[in-house]
């Protein structure tokens, strides 16, 4: 388990949820003949979030827990959390132990369904830890897989939906598909020696396997999180044996980490990427997409 703290710490809340959730559920039941439309739909973070949106269109409603801006890791849940769960007709994860702690909270003071959506991707091994990389959603072929389970499950929810559910998908795999294609076109362009990925968290292991990128990072997930200078010095001699020319920072992650080992291996932080989140409105980044794409530019103009 990543986040063994925050399942000690969100235990603390599961007798304020349960009082939450049977406090507001008189007030907020749905009225005598009046039915919600569509399925309610609840999800860990805003990547999946967007994701799913894709597949479900207008035929029910969809919400994730962690804040843009906050780590999947280390995110501790609050009572309205629960609640969101509770309200919902199916709870939809990532998986490969990203959401763990908040799963087994979650199951204790809700009995909505829990719905894995990795399923079937090949997991990447933590550097030096049985465990598995959670980042899988980072290559887009894997979204792929994503969007057959989701569908599968959709439909077996919502069978009068079917049609819509798979036309949608069909439409938003073809995305996919054109996305991986530009991916390649784009990643021609890097020399291939020069495609290397250093972040702080080593979260693109699944992204440099499928398009040629050796990755590292600080630490291997930031619930392991240290920035000891140890990892500091490592990090810059993997960076001057290579000749990396530049190195990268995350949007979910405090910059002075990378700065720190920027500094001490001579090279430029070139830019700023999405991993755990999409962008905030306004950001150029606010779908899978478009972070993606993002991504992948500030990539080659490093690394070119």
């Not at 907020?28 to 799913?52: K, R, Y």
């Not at 990203?98 to 090949?122: A, C, H, P, R, Y």
């Not at 939906?161 to 991986?180: C, F, H, P, T, W």
């Not at 190195?247 to 405090?254: A, G, I, K, P, Q």
């Amino acid at each position: 388990m990543f986040k063994l703290k925050a399942l000690i710490v969100s235990l603390s809340f599961l007798v304020l949820a349960s009082l939450t959730l049977i406090g507001c559920s008189s007030e907020e039941a749905t009225s005598p003949g009046e039915e919600a439309e569509g399925l309610t739909i609840i999800t860990s973070f805003s990547v999946l979030d967007d994701i799913i949106k894709n597949v479900i269109g207008d035929r029910g409603t969809v919400s994730y827990i962690i804040p843009i801006g906050e780590e999947p890791h280390e995110y501790e849940p609050v009572p309205s959390d629960y609640r969101k769960v509770s309200e919902a007709d199916v709870f939809y994860v990532n998986g490969l132990d990203l959401e763990e702690w908040l799963e087994k909270v979650v199951s204790n003071v809700s009995d909505t369904e829990i719905v894995t959506l990795s399923d079937g991707v090949t997991p990447i091994p933590l550097v030096g830890d049985d465990e598995a990389d959670p980042h899988a959603w980072l290559n887009p072929k894997n979204v792929i897989t994503y969007v057959e389970n989701l569908v599968a499950d959709l439909v077996a929810r919502d069978p009068g939906g079917e049609d819509i559910y798979r036309a949608n998908a069909e439409a938003y795999i073809q995305e996919l598909e054109e996305l991986d294609t530009w991916i390649r076109e784009q990643v021609a362009i890097i020399p291939e020696q020069q495609r290397v990925i250093i972040v702080s968290e080593n979260a693109f292991k699944y992204f440099g396997e499928e398009y040629g990128f050796h990755t590292d990072g600080i630490w291997e997930i930031n619930s392991l999180e240290e920035g000891t200078p140890q990892q500091f010095a490592r990090l810059a001699e993997v960076i001057k044996d290579r000749n990396v020319p530049a190195v990268f920072v995350e949007t979910t992650v405090d910059t002075r980490y990378m700065e720190t080992v920027s500094k001490e291996a001579g090279v430029t932080i070139a830019g700023e990427v999405y991993t755990d989140a999409v962008g905030k409105e306004g950001s150029g980044a606010e779908t899978f997409i478009k972070m993606i794409k993002h991504n992948v530019n500030v990539f080659v103009d490093g690394l070119k």
